[in-house]
């Protein structure tokens, strides 16, 4: 059995005290603890406590302190569950004491996973114009469930998603302007896939866009061109049939017309 002698608290941190106990040998510093889990054990001056009440407290103060170190994760942004749950780990917390952080952060409602999802799909999709694809597969490395996960897509409708699509799309039609009008749109189609939206979606995109796509035939013989001279010089070492041949199949692989590609290799020609 040990007596408490005396409680004082640290000089850089007054929220924790030092416990000081006698165990029959004169008074020594036995261990630290929060002033929530000093008040919830009623430490005093005079108290007794045995072992098993000492490793209470100790087990009590360790699990506060890995709260604190989950409020302080949580003052950045929300988070799931699994988040804090992967980040007290790496703190090398206890298995146990995880558990009971994680229990009481949803106790107090500090951790949703509910709210934390439908404010993720909210942010990834406004800030960042993810489709839901990316953002079902970024909610599940955070472990929500897929039930949640659906149920907070919900708010992310058709009518958004292509909005969003197609505001993907205009920024890049713009870039690409020096290519054939079919790799333009097979390159649309895969950054919208790379970006998460459906093939339905995508599907209603280039039909939207099927005008913008459309290079008159000037536009598309200037891309033609572009592209031709990016390897011109790789076949120059070539007899003139096999020139033709594989700068015919190179435009070609790029999406250009044959009707264009011809009349880019009969002009070269003369």
């Not at 000093?38 to 009590?60: H, P, T, V």
Request: hydrophobic residues 35%; charged residues 35%; negative net charge.
């Amino acid at each position: 059995m040990a007596i408490v002698t005396k409680i004082s608290s640290q000089l850089k941190n007054e929220d924790r005290f030092n416990v000081y106990l006698d165990r029959g040998k004169g008074e020594e510093y036995a261990f630290s603890v929060d002033q929530d889990v000093l008040i919830r054990f009623g430490l005093r001056k005079g108290k007794e406590l045995d072992e098993l009440d000492i490793a209470e407290i100790q087990y009590g103060d360790d699990v506060k302190k890995a709260f604190n170190k989950a409020i302080e994760y949580l003052g950045y942004r929300m988070r799931s569950a699994k988040e804090i749950r992967d980040y007290l780990a790496k703190k090398e917390v206890d298995e146990s004491i995880v558990h009971e952080v994680i229990h009481r952060l949803k106790e107090y409602n500090y951790v949703n996973d509910g709210e934390f999802a439908d404010a993720f799909v909210r942010s990834q999709w406004k800030s960042s114009g993810k489709g839901p694809e990316v953002i079902k597969q970024e909610l599940y490395a955070k472990g929500i469930q897929q039930e949640q996960i659906l149920t907070s897509l919900e708010q992310y409708s058709m009518e958004a998603q292509i909005e969003e699509a197609l505001k993907h799309c205009n920024k890049n039609l713009k870039a690409d302007k020096l290519i054939s009008s079919v790799q333009q749109k097979q390159k649309l189609e895969q950054m919208l896939i790379r970006k998460g939206f459906s093939y339905d979606v995508i599907s209603i995109c280039m039909e939207e866009l099927e005008m913008e796509l459309e290079k008159d035939e000037d536009l598309e013989m200037q891309a033609l061109i572009t592209q031709a001279e990016k390897v011109k010089h790789k076949y120059q070492s070539e007899d003139e049939y096999t020139n033709k041949m594989k700068m015919k199949q190179f435009l070609y692989r790029k999406g250009f017309p044959i009707s264009l590609i011809d009349r880019y290799l009969d002009d070269a020609g003369e």
